[in-house]
C-alpha cells in the first residue's frame, strides 16, 4: 500500500515506523522544519517539508496512486478541511483523520444518525473522512474498565463476553511455581493465557512455560470470571469506596461521566455500594474554566480547583485516605509523577494517562497499577482501518512486541477448513477466540476447532511476525 501521512508528531512517527516495517511505502509531510529533519533521520521513507493541506503538495507526494490518506497534525480542524479538500477530487481514497474535539465526535454522530437514509447510497461520509479516529473516548473507557477490576488491572474488551488483563502473580498463589499447562487444573473456568511477562521479557508462552512469582500474565476469560482470576493470582480485591478523579479536561470530563453512568451497574454490582457514587467522587483540576465547566455539567460532584501536588489541600480533604487516584490530565509526565506521589501519601490504588507504551512500562515499574497509552490507542486506531477488510482491530500490549489482531478469514484463505493443530507455528501467534458465523459470542478455541470462510479470529502475535501472520490468514493489505 501507498499512504500519505500528514503530521510528523509522535503519532505520525510511530504510525509511519509500523507502515515501513509491513513493507509499504510511506510519505509523511510537515510544515515544521525541524521535526521534518528529525523524522528524515528516523524513517527509511520520503518526507517533505511542505503544508498538508495544499492539494497541489498533496499530488507532488503521489496522492493520485496513493491508498489511503492519514491526517494526524495537532489541528484538528486541519485534519478535518484536508481531508475535505482530498475527497471532493479523490472520492474513493480512504480518508483517516484523528479528531480530539469531542464536541466534533459527537455532533458527527448525531448527524450521521438523524440523516442516516440521506448519507446511504452514494452519498460521501461527513467532512469526507471515512474513519474519525477520537482516541479520547477509548482511552476513557480504558481508564474505566481498569476501575471495573478493582484498578488492579488494564484489559481489552473482546465482545460482550470476554477480556484480555494483565496480572501480576503474588508469590505464594495458587498459580505461583506451576507449569502453565497445569493451570486449567486450578479452575473448572475457561482461561486462556496468551502472554507472559517475565524478568523483563515478554513473550507467547508453552505448556512447558513455569510461572513464576512477580511475573505478568495476560489471561484472557470471561468478563464474570475476571475477578476470580484476579484472586488465583494472589491480588487482594479492593472496595473503591473513594476516587479521585485528577483533571478535568476532555479526558476527565468523559472519565467521569462514564463512572456517572456506570454507578449502578458497576459499584453496586462489583462492590457492593448502594449510594450515589457522587458522595465519593471528587474531580480536582488546578485551571479554573475546567473546573467551572465541570462544576456546571456534574452538579452533584464535588470539584475543586487546586494543585494535585498540594499536600496540605490533600491532606485537607482527605483525598490521602481515598481509595483510588485517577490522573487523566493532559500533562502525560504529570500524572505519573503525581500518581506516584499520592500512593506515597497513602492512596493504595492509581490509574494515569501516559503518552506511550514506553512511558507505561515507566509508570509500572514504580509501581503504579495502571497505565493507558494514548497514543498507542490512536496508532492502533488507525492500523485497523489500513491492514485490510479482513482486520478489524489491532492492539498492541505490553512493551509494544506484541499485537492482538482481529481478523475475519476468506474464503481463499489457506487456513481455511484447517484444524488449529495443523497451522500452528509456536511462538510466533496464538489464536485467543473464533466466533462462527451467526453465533453472538466468541469462544476460546481447542487444538481441534476447524476454521471456516466468515470466522472471526482474535490472535495474538510478535510485532515482528504481524505482517507474515496476515499473509498467513489472507487479510486483505
Known amino acids: 500500500m501507498k499512504i500519505v501521512i500528514i503530521g510528523a508528531g509522535f503519532t505520525g512517527i510511530q504510525l509511519a515506523k509500523r507502515l515501513i516495517n509491513g513493507k509499504n511505502d510511506v510519505v509523511l509531510i510537515d510544515n515544521n522544519e525541524e521535526?521534518?529533519?528529525?523524522?528524515?533521520?528516523?524513517?527509511?521513507?520520503?518526507?517533505?517539508?511542505?503544508?498538508?493541506?495544499?492539494?497541489?503538495?498533496?499530488?507532488?507526494?503521489?496522492l493520485a496512486k496513493a491508498d489511503a490518506l492519514v491526517c494526524v497534525t495537532s489541528s484538528d480542524e486541519v485534519n478535518m478541511i484536508t481531508c475535505s479538500l482530498v475527497d471532493s477530487v479523490y472520492p474513493n481514497l480512504l480518508k483517516i483523520?484523528?479528531?480530539?474535539?469531542?464536541?466534533?465526535?459527537?455532533?458527527?454522530?448525531?448527524?450521521?444518525?438523524?440523516?442516516?437514509?440521506?448519507l446511504s447510497g452514494n452519498h460521501r461520509p461527513?467532512?469526507?473522512?471515512?474513519?474519525?479516529?477520537?482516541?479520547?473516548?477509548?482511552?476513557?473507557?480504558?481508564?474505566v474498565n481498569?476501575?471495573?477490576?478493582?484498578?488492579?488491572?488494564?484489559?481489552?474488551?473482546f465482545g460482550d463476553d470476554y477480556e484480555l488483563v494483565r496480572i501480576q502473580v503474588e508469590a505464594?498463589?495458587?498459580?505461583?511455581?506451576?507449569?502453565?499447562?497445569?493451570?486449567?487444573?486450578?479452575?473448572?473456568?475457561?482461561?486462556?493465557?496468551?502472554?507472559?511477562?517475565?524478568?523483563?521479557?515478554?513473550?507467547?508462552?508453552?505448556?512447558?512455560?513455569?510461572?513464576?512469582?512477580?511475573?505478568?500474565?495476560?489471561?484472557?476469560?470471561?468478563?464474570?470470571?475476571?475477578?476470580?482470576?484476579?484472586?488465583?493470582?494472589?491480588?487482594?480485591?479492593?472496595?473503591l469506596n473513594k476516587i479521585a478523579l485528577i483533571g478535568?479536561?476532555?479526558?476527565?470530563?468523559?472519565?467521569?461521566?462514564?463512572?456517572?453512568?456506570?454507578?449502578?451497574?458497576?459499584?453496586?454490582?462489583?462492590?457492593?455500594?448502594?449510594?450515589?457514587?457522587?458522595?465519593?467522587?471528587?474531580?480536582?483540576?488546578?485551571?479554573?474554566?475546567?473546573t467551572k465547566a465541570a462544576s456546571e455539567r456534574f452538579p452533584d460532584v464535588k470539584v475543586f480547583r487546586a494543585d494535585a501536588t498540594d499536600e496540605a489541600f490533600l491532606r485537607e480533604e482527605g483525598?490521602?485516605?481515598?481509595?483510588?487516584?485517577?490522573?487523566?490530565?493532559?500533562?502525560?509526565?504529570?500524572?505519573?509523577?503525581?500518581?506516584?506521589?499520592?500512593?506515597?501519601?497513602?492512596v493504595k490504588n492509581s490509574i494515569c494517562l501516559v503518552a506511550s507504551s514506553a512511558f507505561a512500562e515507566i509508570a509500572r515499574k514504580i509501581e503504579i497499577e495502571v497505565a493507558v497509552p494514548l497514543r498507542d490507542t490512536v496508532?492502533?486506531?488507525?492500523?485497523?482501518?489500513?491492514?485490510?477488510?479482513?482486520?478489524?482491530?489491532?492492539?498492541?500490549?505490553?512493551?509494544?512486541?506484541?499485537?492482538?489482531?482481529?481478523?475475519?478469514?476468506?474464503?481463499?484463505?489457506?487456513?481455511n477448513e484447517k484444524m488449529l493443530k495443523d497451522i500452528a507455528e509456536n511462538g510466533k501467534f496464538l489464536i485467543l477466540m473464533v466466533q462462527k458465523p451467526g453465533e453472538p459470542n466468541f469462544t476460546i478455541p481447542t487444538g481441534n476447532t476447524v476454521l471456516a470462510n466468515g470466522d472471526n479470529l482474535v490472535l495474538i502475535t510478535t510485532t515482528k511476525d504481524s505482517q507474515h501472520v496476515l499473509e498467513k490468514f489472507e487479510a486483505e493489505s
Open 319 to 346: 483525598i490521602d485516605k481515598f481509595d483510588l487516584v485517577i490522573c487523566a490530565t493532559h500533562n502525560h509526565e504529570l500524572n505519573i509523577i503525581v500518581a506516584a506521589y499520592i500512593e506515597s501519601l497513602g
Open 126 to 143: 461527513l467532512y469526507g473522512i471515512d474513519y474519525m479516529i477520537h482516541p479520547d473516548v477509548e482511552a476513557a473507557e480504558a481508564i
Open 248 to 290: 478535568a479536561g476532555r479526558i476527565g470530563t468523559i472519565v467521569a461521566e462514564r463512572l456517572i453512568q456506570r454507578k449502578r451497574s458497576v459499584f453496586a454490582r462489583l462492590f457492593g455500594l448502594q449510594k450515589k457514587v457522587s458522595q465519593d467522587f471528587v474531580i480536582i483540576d488546578s485551571d479554573e474554566a475546567q
Open 146 to 157: 481498569a476501575v471495573e477490576h478493582g484498578a488492579l488491572t488494564d484489559s481489552i474488551p
Open 172 to 239: 505464594g498463589s495458587p498459580v505461583d511455581g506451576q507449569i502453565l499447562q497445569n493451570i486449567r487444573t486450578l479452575t473448572q473456568k475457561p482461561i486462556l493465557i496468551a502472554y507472559i511477562e517475565s524478568a523483563g521479557e515478554t513473550s507467547l508462552p508453552s505448556g512447558s512455560t513455569i510461572i513464576k512469582a512477580n511475573d505478568y500474565l495476560g489471561i484472557l476469560a470471561r468478563k464474570t470470571d475476571i475477578l476470580d482470576f484476579l484472586q488465583l493470582c494472589g491480588s487482594k480485591i479492593k472496595k
Open 35 to 62: 521535526i521534518v529533519r528529525h523524522a528524515s533521520n528516523r524513517l527509511d521513507c520520503d518526507v517533505i517539508l511542505a503544508d498538508g493541506n495544499n492539494l497541489a503538495t498533496l499530488e507532488e507526494a503521489g
Open 379 to 415: 496508532v492502533d486506531s488507525i492500523m485497523s482501518h489500513l491492514r485490510g477488510s479482513n482486520v478489524t482491530g489491532i492492539h498492541t500490549v505490553t512493551d509494544g512486541t506484541l499485537e492482538i489482531l482481529e481478523i475475519t478469514i476468506s474464503e481463499n484463505s489457506q487456513v
Open 97 to 118: 483523520a484523528r479528531v480530539r474535539n469531542y464536541a466534533y465526535y459527537v455532533n458527527t454522530a448525531d448527524a450521521a444518525q438523524k440523516h442516516a437514509g440521506d
